[in-house]
Each structure stands twice: as C-alpha cells, then as structure tokens.
C-alpha cells in the first residue's frame, strides 16, 4: 500500500469554525509534512514531523494547530481562519532517517481543497 | 526566494513529441527530484538523481544533473496527453534541513493529442 489518504475532499469553513484534516498512511514511513498549495505555486512547507515530534515548524500562524497521534496518523486543527487561507492542503510522508537516499522520497495524499469563507 | 527556478513555466506540445524542463537552484544539494501533479491532485514522485550523478534514466522519462551550473533537465520523450501535468523539481539540503523538500516553481506541460 503506497497510498497516503488525506479527508476531506473539499472543506468549506468560516472565519470562526474550528475543523481539522486528517492524513493517515500505512506504509511505515516515520516522517509525515503538511504543505498549503495556492493555485499555479509550488507546495510551500508546513509542518514536519519526525518519529512522531514536531522537527520543522515554517512559521506558521498559530491558527494552524498539527498534531501526530501516532506514526500512521496526521491531523491540522484549523481555528479562526481568514479568506487568505484558502488552498490546497497536501499530506505527505516519506520512509524517515532509515532507507538511503529514497529516505527523502516523499508520498503525497490528494488534498484537501479548503474554502473559508 | 524559492531554491528551485523552473524555465519554461508554460510548454505546449503535440503528442509524440519531446518535452523538456529546466530547473536551477542556489546552494549545494544532496538530491534532486522531479514530481508531477495532475490538476488540482496530489504530487507523484517521478525521480531521484543523486549529487554525485551526472544523468539517470526510467522508462521515458531522461534526468541529468549538472551541480557546476546548479542546474537540472527532465526530458520527457514521446509524450502522451495523459503527461499533460505541472512537474517541480524539488531539492534537499540534509542535515538540519532534513526533510525539507524545497520546491521550484513548476513547468506547466500541456500535450495536445
């Protein structure tokens, strides 16, 4: 199973709601990232997550709030979004510091397409 | 700045064709990748090339990797409409930048049958 299942699909949110993503994989991989994706721009990184430990956090605003239950499972609580936040959410993972240099290979989910409205 | 520039942005082709994508960056490297996304999808590994490899093959697809120029090429040979698709290059530093993927600006391919 080389899948990385990331729901919802779609998510449409005020500014004052609270939701959160999930990202689940079950390939034994041990590093898992959230990227936010505008339309016709790169993946900008997130979050990631090493053995389960927040090891990069990019500066993001506190109104993203990621959370790693355990190695398989990945979470974005959302609180108080603006218009500006509007994207496409990318789960990833990849195999962690074991595995050579396919180590930095990383499996991406669908995303989720956020609306806040 | 981004650490990946990726040239042409846009490029459109006729099926059977050839494609092919530049990408440059800034600091050393320890690997490069280039990943395609489908419309509004999700991105799919393509291919890995090492610092310490010139030129790397997989199916149609011919990576070279030039870390004088700090530069890297993706040919795509033969292409088919179902290749229409943006495709990144994304580099990694290592070390305390492990598992930061750093990703260029895309090349959006378009193969009209």
């Known amino acids: 199973d080389t899948e990385v299942t990331q729901t919802p699909k779609h998510l449409v949110m005020g500014m004052t709601n609270k939701k959160s993503l999930k990202c689940e994989q079950h390939?034994?991989?041990?590093?898992m990232y959230w990227y936010k994706q505008k339309a016709k721009k790169p993946p900008e990184l997130m979050f990631v997550?090493?053995?389960?430990?927040?090891?990069i956090n990019e500066s993001v605003p506190s109104r993203f709030s990621p959370e790693c239950p355990n190695s398989s499972l990945l979470n974005l609580h959302l609180h108080a979004l603006q218009p500006e936040d509007s994207a496409l959410y990318l789960c990833?993972?990849?195999?962690?510091?074991?595995?050579?240099?396919?180590?930095?290979?990383?499996?991406f989910g669908a995303g989720t397409r956020l609306s806040v409205l | 700045s981004q650490q990946g520039e990726e040239d042409p942005q846009a490029l459109s082709i006729q099926e059977g064709e050839n494609a092919t994508m530049n990408c440059s960056y800034k600091?050393?490297?320890?690997?490069l990748q280039w990943y395609r996304q489908n419309s509004g999808r999700g991105l799919v590994h393509l291919i890995l090339?090492?610092?310490?490899?010139r030129e790397k093959h997989s199916g149609r697809l011919r990576v070279t990797l030039d870390t004088s120029k700090k530069s890297s090429s993706l040919l795509i040979t033969a292409s088919r409409a179902a290749d229409t698709a943006s495709y990144f290059c994304?580099?990694?530093?290592?070390?305390?930048?492990?598992?930061?993927?750093?990703f260029g600006q895309g090349t959006i391919l378009t193969v009209h049958p």
């Open positions: 990833a993972s990849s195999p962690g510091l074991a595995g050579g240099p396919a180590k930095n290979i990383q499996y």
């Open positions: 390939m034994g991989h041990r590093a």
């Open positions: 997550y090493s053995y389960e430990k927040l090891s």
């Open positions: 600091t050393s490297i320890n690997n």
């Open positions: 090339i090492r610092s310490n490899e």
């Open positions: 994304a580099t990694t530093l290592g070390g305390t930048s492990y598992g930061k993927l750093t």
